[in-house]
């Protein structure tokens, strides 16, 4: 997900969050070190796992904490309970990228070596066979996985809050738990062919899977903090699952389409990976998918093929149907928040990233 | 663990962790239809995995509980948080035994597919290729078992107690939880080679991957609930883990030694997928070890190499010196239990747990 822009008055905010964060590492990697040298080994892996990001879900949950708060004269507000839920909702994200990480196979994340590849590349460097290298490095990622789960749900139990407060703050949380684990079965569903990957399923998994713990998740989670009722949980809700499905497609329009030097990844990596995306879903039901079916998912896919391939997605409507998509679910999320009481500041800057969300595909 | 025994007094308690279980798997399952069968069958997966235990962590818990609160006139005591806990734990243990499954790479548990096989099997039923059925049981583990590891701490979370207990908890459980991890990478290290696996590892990769999660923490979160002080925790953590260490070790004898028909499991599969036991770490160190080396870990070993192995193990002392270390753990928990001040019937309950663990062997 990137280029996504979010009030820059939130910075000072944000810089907090990374210190949080960088607090909370150092003193996991501190604890660690009592369990010997591969144990504060992950922990330092791990903590290089969550860097590196945008901190779009800290960002949502400060926007919506502050634009909702009823600010005293001082214009100030007390931000630690906000600041807490932020950091966990950011741990919880590296959660899944690590445990992603393992299920897709991948060894490698934002172009260096993620948890599984730098263990297994120092269990080949101390002559481990390949297999059980690769083990090694599976390993330490579920586990890494497992601990960021399990310290970002204690973050949020202990924010000091009053216990209905808590109770919601936990419902959110546990239900962007649940539908996350539902939106990645099913995208692997997918991809192993254990289900026919149609559009709706598709826009389907894509909300579950990033949407809900990525937008709606953080944004009503600031607003339960700021003590909202259940009309604006809605609105936030709603508005971001629409923003998450159109960030989430207009993602697979730069996996295709990007320029590499904005997006940091191949145009081919996508294809090569055979990845069930919108695009994918689309072109199938169309004339143009026997030129597509034989290279997608080829392993030795040419850039020029790759090229080739975009070509043809451009020419069976794929890419503007999908473009179409963006646009209608950043419109109708526009809409939402319109039709709301939501406070004016926090409709504007909501409506603004809806907007950059098109803005970048262009 | 077999034949661990701990007082009937709790038969009525016991029961209703099961209907606790019961109901909290119906309530997901039912919640997981709205995201597609695939994602209910899961969950039911998931329910399965969790039965056919002991349920020796919710015992620990709730015996600990009872006996440790001031119990009024009429002898009764509000169980509800505490089975709350008890559940947690429970739950927590399925996941680690989920995530197990993926790192062993095991598809059967008990003598019936596991997640992982079962999801494996219904993805090569429907014309999946090895791997990629492989690869669908795992996300199905995977993403169980962090679901389980959040639901876990949600419950303990939510549970209705005084902040001041509350925050005791959530450091208990997430003690267990940092330790175990902590325990499941050294124990991984030594099968990989990137550690050497030397007795004292042995022995505190035990500590750390059994003994906190299954013996010392819900002891002590059961004394949490009930009210008990520091000293109080500090005994019962020790006798814990001092516990949970006697009761692995006498695993791995069960394991060589065992009779098939009481553990369960064939005497060869330790042998077979070449365990680091407290029994291969002594005997490495022995003259016997060239007669061993060669024999261990080949998947094809014969049962009647097996015996051939068990029979070095028995001739070169590893035996008897495990038995010994059983027999010293044991003792060491109860002279902790009888020179502390706990109760007298919760000292004699987990005095006779000691005996039994000692007494199973023989």
């Keep these: 997900?990137?280029?996504?822009?979010?009030?820059?008055?939130?910075?000072?905010?944000?810089?907090?969050?990374?210190?949080?964060?960088?607090?909370?590492?150092?003193?996991?990697?501190?604890?660690?070190?009592?369990?010997?040298?591969?144990?504060?080994?992950?922990?330092?892996?791990?903590?290089?796992?969550?860097?590196?990001?945008?901190?779009?879900?800290?960002?949502?949950?400060?926007?919506?904490?502050?634009?909702?708060?009823?600010?005293?004269?001082?214009?100030?507000?007390?931000?630690?309970?906000?600041?807490?839920?932020?950091?966990?909702?950011?741990?919880?994200?590296?959660?899944?990228?690590?445990?992603?990480?393992?299920?897709?196979?991948?060894?490698?994340?934002?172009?260096?070596?993620?948890?599984?590849?730098?263990?297994?590349?120092?269990?080949?460097?101390?002559?481990?066979?390949?297999?059980?290298?690769?083990?090694?490095?599976?390993?330490?990622?579920?586990?890494?996985?497992?601990?960021?789960?399990?310290?970002?749900?204690?973050?949020?139990?202990?924010?000091?809050?009053?216990?209905?407060?808590?109770?919601?703050?936990?419902?959110?949380?546990?239900?962007?738990?649940?539908?996350?684990?539902?939106?990645?079965?099913?995208?692997?569903?997918?991809?192993?062919?254990?289900?026919?990957?149609?559009?709706?399923?598709?826009?389907?998994?894509?909300?579950?899977?990033?949407a809900t713990y990525s937008f709606a998740g953080p944004l009503t989670a600031g607003a339960v903090l700021a003590g909202a009722g259940g009309d604006v949980l809605e609105v936030l809700g709603e508005y971001g699952r629409l923003l998450g499905v159109a960030f989430q497609l207009g993602d697979d329009l730069l996996g295709v389409f990007g320029a590499q030097d904005v997006t940091g990844k191949s145009i081919v990596s996508d294809l090569r990976e055979g990845k069930e995306t919108s695009l994918i879903a689309y072109a199938r039901a169309t004339d143009c998918w026997p030129e597509i079916e034989p290279l997608l998912g080829r392993p030795d896919l040419s850039e020029a093929d790759g090229r080739a391939l975009a070509a043809v997605l451009v020419d069976c409507g794929a890419k503007a149907f999908v473009e179409e998509l963006v646009a209608e679910h950043s419109t109708r999320a526009i809409a939402v928040l319109e039709a709301s009481s939501l406070p004016e500041p926090l409709v504007d800057e909501l409506s603004s990233v809806a907007r950059s969300c098109v803005g970048r595909l262009s």
Tied chains: 1, 2.
């Design 1 to 210: 997900m990137s280029q996504i822009q979010i009030g820059t008055r939130e910075t000072d905010l944000s810089i907090e969050v990374d210190s949080r964060l960088a607090a909370f590492f150092d003193e996991r990697i501190t604890a660690a070190a009592r369990y010997g040298s591969e144990y504060q080994h992950l922990w330092s892996s791990v903590r290089d796992a969550s860097g590196g990001g945008k901190r779009i879900r800290p960002r949502f949950v400060l926007s919506a904490f502050r634009k909702l708060s009823n600010v005293g004269s001082t214009g100030e507000t007390d931000d630690s309970a906000a600041l807490d839920v932020a950091v966990a909702f950011e741990l919880l994200h590296t959660a899944f990228l690590l445990h992603d990480d393992v299920i897709d196979g991948d060894t490698v994340r934002r172009g260096v070596a993620n948890v599984v590849g730098e263990f297994a590349a120092d269990a080949q460097a101390k002559g481990a066979t390949e297999g059980r290298s690769r083990l090694w490095g599976e390993t330490a990622a579920i586990l890494g996985g497992d601990l960021l789960i399990q310290a970002s749900h204690s973050l949020v139990a202990r924010v000091p809050v009053a216990p209905a407060a808590r109770a919601a703050l936990l419902d959110v949380f546990d239900h962007s738990v649940f539908v996350t684990a539902a939106g990645e079965l099913a995208d692997v569903s997918f991809s192993v062919g254990v289900d026919e990957a149609r559009l709706p399923d598709i826009l389907a998994m894509t909300e579950r899977k990033t």
